[in-house]
């Protein structure tokens, strides 16, 4: 009975030992998770430089504006580098009131300025109107 007791008493320990090791475990991982978090929110919180507004630099958007059928297609080349192309539906490119209304600004409007950034036409034809908004640093 002697050999019975010491093999119970074994498993105890065993099972304490098991026990013991799944809590040191499942603290470990809680400990983990609590610094993944921690560094996230680390990281998080730091700043970043932005191309949008009160950007600390210069930066430019040329708009051309064409007619394409019975509505008016806009190209924007930012200074970036970047184009795009859409189609403006209900614009017609023949209604110049409009396409200069378009901007807010029209070129009868000298000094005229879009979210404080200066707003300049550069070509206004029968097939094209462009024009060049340039915000400087800070705007």
Same mark, same amino acid.
């Given at each position: #009975?002697?050999?019975?007791?010491?093999?119970?008493? @074994?498993?105890? #320990?065993?099972?304490?030992?098991?026990?013991?090791?799944?809590?040191?475990?499942?603290?470990?991982?809680?400990?983990?998770?609590?610094? +993944?978090? +921690?560094?996230?929110?680390?990281?998080?919180? $730091?700043?970043?430089?932005?191309?949008?507004?009160?950007?600390?630099?210069?930066?430019?958007?040329?708009?051309?504006? %064409?007619? =394409?059928?019975?509505? !008016?297609? $806009?190209? +924007?080349?930012?200074?970036?580098?970047?184009?795009? !192309?859409?189609?403006? @539906?209900? $614009? =017609?490119?023949?209604?110049? %009131?409009?396409?200069?209304?378009?901007?807010?600004? !029209?070129?009868?409007?000298?000094?005229? %300025?879009?979210?404080?950034?200066?707003? !300049?036409?550069? =070509?206004?034809? +029968?097939?094209?109107?462009?024009?060049?908004?340039?915000?400087?640093?800070?705007?």
């Amino acid at each position: #009975m002697i050999v019975y007791e010491r093999s119970e008493n @074994l498993n105890q #320990m065993q099972g304490l030992q098991v026990g013991e090791a799944m809590r040191n475990k499942h603290i470990a991982i809680f400990v983990i998770a609590l610094v +993944a978090v +921690a560094i996230l929110a680390w990281y998080e919180s $730091l700043s970043r430089l932005s191309g949008g507004p009160n950007s600390a630099t210069a930066h430019w958007t040329e708009y051309v504006l %064409t007619k =394409n059928g019975n509505h !008016t297609q $806009l190209q +924007a080349s930012y200074s970036d580098g970047q184009v795009s !192309t859409e189609q403006i @539906l209900w $614009l =017609n490119f023949d209604n110049r %009131t409009a396409v200069y209304n378009y901007f807010g600004c !029209t070129p009868s409007m000298p000094g005229c %300025t879009l979210d404080g950034c200066a707003f !300049t036409v550069l =070509n206004d034809t +029968a097939t094209e109107y462009r024009v060049k908004v340039y915000c400087a640093p800070g705007a």
